[in-house]
């Protein structure tokens, strides 16, 4: 039975070695984190803490299947087995620092007892099985394959969790081009049922349907023949298995025109669109560098150390090449979208090696630049043979950096933690390369003032389509529901998608941390280095601690990280509960510092208004050392007002300015060690006024 969602302290493990004394570990959902616990070996701190997981303290049913390292450790991965045959998205990590300190531990074993082992017995000995060739057959009519295959088909025997133990069946992975896409099958191995099954492609938007198998048994048309199809592959495969070393360098450069991050960005005005005069863009083009690409034979192609450009999917359209390493297509040619997609990509990776990673996607990857059948979408693959492609619908998605980025991230995901599945990894995943995209775009020359609340600045926000939001701070979690890609909920009467609920405490963290002083490169370190260490079935709460205590972890002087972090995801309910304070009324007159109303209980509610258009409402706040203030102003459904934040001489340290009716949210951590005086700030922008249309709450936490 997978383990129920608690959080837990304990105090005083006895956890095998010296230093324990002072133990302490706190649980959230499935992962464990340690402090002051000195770990022997990753075996002995899972003997150690054999009852807490209901493993055998021989661990004769776990096989350690990888190790990784990353810039805090360690981090072994060991797989449940049940009569020597894996028991799916079943594994236990085990993370120690470079101090040999244990720093936690993820769990997603099933306990077995002697009833299900014996259930076991009977299906894989005595009962009646289908072949793999059954089992492909079935998965493929599932599918309706109707698309070229992009890599071979697999297929294993696995164990899968149900209600009363255990069933027996066959993991058959097909991946094919869009729009068949990929999926994981799970096929009953008595009976050739379909048990279960969810997607390996992930588009930027939802309009590839709902990816999910139940959409392909409604299309229309023969699938293509299966053995025919392999057959293919095989041939354009070569036999040659896909190797993951890292790229050599060529020390070729050559150079070409790129949107970066994209023309509206670079040219700060919203007037420009797809169908905009092709000499309105010319002052968008910039000219960067192609690092490192491949010369043979005198022809210079797009193929590097962590980039290759490659014809994938449709329509076919060969990888451009030059005869002198210099690229001058602009936008509407495809050579564009080649340049285009090879500096951001090769960029992204050479910045993700100097903050310290260099086991994420450290290899040539594959990017067909004008894929996905030419649709208005991109998609990442991940397999053994991951790759992107983007498509050229409406605005090219290859010509938005935010576009590019975002499906990197999922290779980062896919590539840190290749059980990157189930819980709420499917908004994770897209909330965090919304992030990973708003990070970049936010560092570039107008990235921090041209709205840098949108996700797909150029390719969405449109006629084409509305793009994300990075700023849905009025997103609430629901420990109660799960969270899938491209989800539209509703919580407390508001309305957005699953994927900004995740993406906007981490640009939120960017943010005031950057107004803190900190370097975005800190805050993407972070981020990244706290998926390492997890597997499946990973909740927000626990992805948010594996963050906060990243965090931690590596900036341990300096608590503006963790703070700031725990801050963003409480304020969204992602992590903690909010304890109930008292409720008071502003009191006019409060238009200065002077006269500011004071707030002098955590969690306060303040119920206030703006009397007229000209009406500023200040609350003064002494916040203890070592919290972080959380000031979070909701206006009434149809006004729109502004929070500010200042310290105490009066300096502006932060602000939000969100539209009509979004509720407006600003942070400031304590590092001193004695209190600090801040002044938040309400003034009007737009909307009503006066006791019956002026009404706003204001929330102060600590």
């Known amino acids: 039975m997978r383990h129920p969602s608690f959080r837990v302290l304990a105090l005083s493990l006895a956890l095998g ?42 661990l004769d049913n776990l096989v350690l299947v990888e190790v990784q390292e990353s810039l805090l450790g360690k981090h072994y991965r060991y797989q449940q087995m049940l009569l020597d045959l ?21 769990n997603e074993t099933r306990h077995v007892s002697a009833e299900m082992d014996d259930d076991a017995v009977n299906q894989l000995y005595l009962k009646a099985q289908i072949s793999s060739e059954a089992a ?57 049922r379909l048990v279960g099954s969810y997607s390996t492609s992930l588009p930027r938007n939802g309009k590839f349907e709902d990816r999910t198998l139940a959409s392909r048994f409604f299309v229309l048309g023969p699938p293509l023949d299966r053995k025919a199809a392999t057959a293919a592959i095989e041939q354009k495969l070569g036999g040659a298995k896909p190797t993951f070393s890292a790229g050599l360098a060529s020390g070729i450069n050559g150079t070409g025109y790129v949107f970066d991050p994209d023309p509206r960005t670079t040219l700060n005005t919203d007037a420009l669109t797809d169908t905009s005069a092709a000499t309105a863009f010319d002052a968008a083009y910039l000219t960067k560098p192609l690092r490192d690409i491949t010369l043979a034979g005198g022809v210079y192609s797009l193929s590097g150390p962590y980039i290759n450009i490659k014809d994938i999917e449709a329509p076919n359209t060969a990888p451009s090449t030059t005869t002198n390493g210099i690229w001058t297509a602009k936008r509407g040619n ?14 992204s990776q050479r910045y993700i090696q100097s903050l310290g990673f260099t086991n994420i996607i450290n290899r040539p990857l594959n990017v067909d630049t004008n894929g996905v059948s030419g649709d208005d979408n991109s998609h990442y693959s991940r397999g053994t043979s991951d790759y992107l492609a983007f498509g050229h619908g409406c605005v090219n998605d290859s010509e938005d950096a935010d576009v590019i980025l975002h499906e990197y991230g999922h290779g980062i995901q896919f590539n840190i933690n290749s059980s990157w599945t189930g819980g709420d990894t499917g908004a994770m995943g897209e909330g965090f390369g919304d992030y990973w995209a708003g990070s970049y775009s936010y560092s570039t020359p107008n990235g921090a003032t041209y709205h840098p609340e949108w996700v797909f600045t150029w390719d969405g926000h449109s006629s084409c389509w509305n793009g994300r939001m990075l700023n849905r701070t009025d997103a609430r979690y629901n420990s109660s529901k799960t969270y899938s890609a491209h989800q539209s909920v509703t919580e407390g009467g508001v309305t957005f998608q699953s994927d900004e609920l995740w993406s ?16 975005r490169e800190d805050v993407d370190k972070i981020i990244l280095q706290a998926h390492f260490g997890l597997g499946s079935g990973v909740k927000m709460p626990a992805m948010a601690t594996a963050i906060v205590n990243a965090a931690h972890n590596l900036f341990p002087a300096d608590p503006t990280y963790e703070n700031t972090f725990n801050a963003k995801f409480q304020a969204q309910g992602i992590l903690g509960t909010v304890v109930s304070g008292p409720s008071i009324n502003e009191t006019e007159a409060n238009n200065t510092t002077a006269t500011a109303n004071v707030i002098s209980a955590a969690n306060t509610t303040v119920n206030a208004t703006i009397s007229a258009s000209s009406d500023v409402d ?30 105490s001489s009066g300096t502006q340290l932060s602000s939000s300015l969100k539209g009509t009716g979004l509720a407006d949210v600003v942070t400031r951590a304590n590092t ?7 002044y938040v700030k309400v003034i009007y922008y737009s909307g009503g006024t006066g006791a019956t249309n002026g009404k706003y709450t204001l929330l102060a936490g600590w």
Do not use: C
């Open 17 to 58: 070695s010296a230093g324990a004394a002072e133990a302490k570990s706190t649980t959230t959902d499935n992962l464990t984190v340690f402090s002051g616990t000195k770990a022997l070996s990753p075996e002995q701190a899972l003997r150690d803490n054999a009852e807490r997981y209901g493993l055998p303290r021989s």
């Open 86 to 106: 894996p028991v799916d998205n079943a594994q236990i990590i085990v993370s120690i620092g470079k101090n040999g300190q244990l720093l936690q531990i993820f």
């Open 136 to 192: 492909l057959d079935q998965a493929w009519t599932n599918m309706r394959v109707q698309q070229p295959l992009v890599d071979l088909p697999k297929d294993e025997r696995v164990w899968i969790p149900v209600k009363d133990g255990f069933q027996l069946v066959y993991k058959v992975t097909i991946a094919a081009q869009m729009p068949t896409g990929g999926f994981v099958q799970y096929i009953n191995a008595q009976d050739g």
């Open 334 to 347: 495809d050579a564009f979208d080649d340049t285009n997609v090879y500096f951001h990509i090769d960029q």
């Open 504 to 519: 906007a405490p981490l640009f939120e963290a960017l943010k005031s941390l950057k107004a803190a002083g900190k370097p």
């Open 618 to 647: 200040y609350f003064q706040v002494s916040l203890p050392a070592g919290k972080t203030l959380t000031a979070t102003m909701t206006p009434n459904a149809t006004s729109d007002y502004d929070l500010y934040l200042y310290n």
């Open 672 to 678: 001193g060690t004695t209190a600090t005086v801040l």
